[in-house]
């Protein structure tokens, strides 16, 4: 059996892929492998991950000051372009009724933090993002009246003179990234691509004319058939490994050099779901906090208001916690599996220089309800865990990198792994993740299809589904304002 493309993993990232290829070049056999029995059953499903849109408007962990004091807005300002590709990708895909705009919903940005230096931190990273005409319609108040309005939940049974500051950001949105990623895979499906759910991909070979006497090199992809108990091996021109937690394992069996010293630190989560109606609806707003010390910056709590398939919902969290499974459905051996003689070095180096991450992680494992609820209570003092239950989210796996200095660095975000021929390409690693899923798949394309994606045929077909690409919004705001205006339209969200 031969194809064109292989995706293996029936997530965001792979629905996003080849939603663009299917669009590019209509004529592409795309072939998707699960090995669960549904798409967006793992990171991408709506109950998994916190479905902020992430635009850097709440996320304080983006925003850093400089050794000179002064606040260091790149990483919220390169965040908050790729978003806007995302939006202007769904709402070109909306237009041209491939999906509806069911998945998104306006809910406000929220940044809030207490204390002297952390509210001097807000107004300073406020005064610094204002400046951006990506963040031109952000507030920043530390009037306890102006923040009720816009946190009730928050403010209810706080101390009246605690310090408090807040940002406000009335753009921000709540993704259903599940509904999205089966909306996407259904009209794949429907245009041609054939998915095989209960598939799960083994091994990953190469095939060389010059070594092996083949014609043309290729990939051979092994899978098994998980229902029937048989495995088959199809031969693929191009792989894209998006099999999130599992992306890791697969990269290893196809052996590029490009791969090698790459390693991954699993980090899973918990979330308290409110079951409260009343609650639910005395809260409209995605609330960010600062991190604890030690925290991965993506285990910052918010209290988050979501919009799950019609239903309003409220969650807080996520308290991280420790296991060696690199998926959700996954098994305990997956981290003692990834280990090899090419990412020793790189795991220990990365280890030994995360002692805080340890012990951070250690102490959420740890905790008590009691605990739970203290940290709840931060955000909404007077909350009370009759009205909240306890779930698990998804599983993140950090990217352990080779680095001169260390041995190893752990990062916090995505990194495309790609072949030097652009045959194969894997995404590792967690956030911002599904937001950007467009941005990081763009960025796929230009690394494993460089010719394709200079000709006039793509470009144009690009350039309908995204008109910023190529060029930076914050650099041409008056575009920004109009493509804002105009996706706002399309996927009825505040302008
Ligand atoms: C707790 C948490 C909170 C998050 N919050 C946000 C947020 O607020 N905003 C945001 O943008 N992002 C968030 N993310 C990140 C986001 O969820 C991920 O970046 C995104 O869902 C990853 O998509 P994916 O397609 O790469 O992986 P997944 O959705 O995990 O899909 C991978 C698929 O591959 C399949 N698979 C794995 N191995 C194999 C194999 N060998 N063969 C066949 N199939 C295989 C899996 O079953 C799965 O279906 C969060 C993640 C977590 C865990």
Redesign the pocket.
């Known amino acids: 059996m031969s194809t064109d493309v292989v995706l293996?993993?029936?997530?965001?990232?792979?629905a996003t892929l080849g939603t663009f290829l299917q669009a590019l070049d209509p004529n592409l056999r795309i072939r998707i492998?699960?090995?669960?029995d549904r798409a967006?059953?793992?990171?991408?499903d709506a109950w998994?991950?916190?479905?902020?849109g992430?635009s850097g408007f709440c996320e304080l962990n983006y925003t850093t000051r400089n050794a000179d004091g002064t606040m260091n807005v790149q990483k919220a300002a390169g965040v908050a372009e790729s978003f806007e590709i995302s939006r202007q990708f769904w709402a070109s895909l909306v237009h041209q009724g491939i999906i509806r705009p069911d998945f998104i919903r306006s809910v406000p940005h929220c940044a809030f933090v207490w204390g002297d230096e952390n509210v001097r931190f807000l107004r300073d990273r406020y005064e610094a993002m204002k400046q951006v005409p990506l963040f031109e319609q952000m507030e920043y108040s530390d009037d306890p009246a102006t923040i009720e309005q816009w946190m009730p939940l928050v403010m209810d049974g706080r101390a009246p003179n605690e310090k408090v500051a807040a940002t406000w950001m009335p753009i921000g949105t709540d993704v259903d990234?599940g509904t999205l990623t089966r909306s996407l895979i259904e009209r794949l499906e429907a245009n041609g691509a054939q998915v095989f759910y209960n598939?799960?991909?083994r091994d990953i070979h190469r095939f060389n004319p010059d070594t092996e006497g083949d014609s043309t090199p290729f990939w051979q992809v092994r899978v098994k058939n998980q229902s029937q108990d048989y495995q088959e091996n199809i031969q693929a021109q191009f792989v894209f490994i998006?099999?999130?937690?599992?992306a890791l394992h697969?990269l290893q069996t196809a052996d590029i050099p490009e791969g090698r010293h790459f390693g991954g630190f699993p980090v899973s989560?918990q979330w308290l779901r409110c079951t409260n109606p009343d609650i639910i609806e005395h809260h409209s707003a995605k609330v960010y906090g600062k991190a604890a010390v030690g925290a991965p910056p993506m285990s910052v709590p918010h209290l988050d208001t979501r919009k799950i398939e019609g239903q309003k919902a409220l969650l807080f969290g996520?308290y991280a916690g420790f296991s060696t499974k690199f998926?959700k459905?996954g098994s305990y051996l997956d981290l003692p599996e990834s280990l090899r003689m090419s990412n020793l070095v790189p795991m220990l180096g990365a280890g030994l220089h995360n002692i805080p991450l340890t012990k951070y992680l250690i102490q959420q494992v740890t905790q008590s309800d009691a605990d739970r609820l203290a940290a709840l209570r931060e955000y909404y003092p007077a909350a009370d865990l009759k009205d909240w239950e306890l779930i698990v989210?998804?599983?993140?796996v950090q990217v352990i990198k080779a680095d001169e200095k260390n041995g190893g660095v752990l990062e916090f975000g995505t990194e495309v792994v790609a072949a030097a021929d652009g045959s194969l390409a894997a995404?590792l690693g967690?956030?911002?993740?599904?937001?950007t899923a467009a941005a990081i798949m763009l960025t796929l394309m230009e690394k494993c299809f460089p010719d394709q994606m200079a000709s006039a045929g793509w470009q144009t077909t690009i350039q309908e589904l995204v008109p910023s690409y190529g060029h930076t919004l914050a650099d041409h705001p008056e575009q920004l304002r109009q493509l804002r205006s105009e996706t706002a339209r399309v996927l009825d969200l505040v302008g």
């Open positions: 293996i993993g029936a997530g965001i990232m792979s492998y699960e090995r669960l967006a059953a793992e990171s991408s998994n991950n916190a479905g902020t992430h990234f598939y799960e991909v998006g099999a999130g937690g599992g697969l989560g996520p998926l459905h989210a998804g599983q993140r995404l967690a956030s911002p993740g599904a937001s």
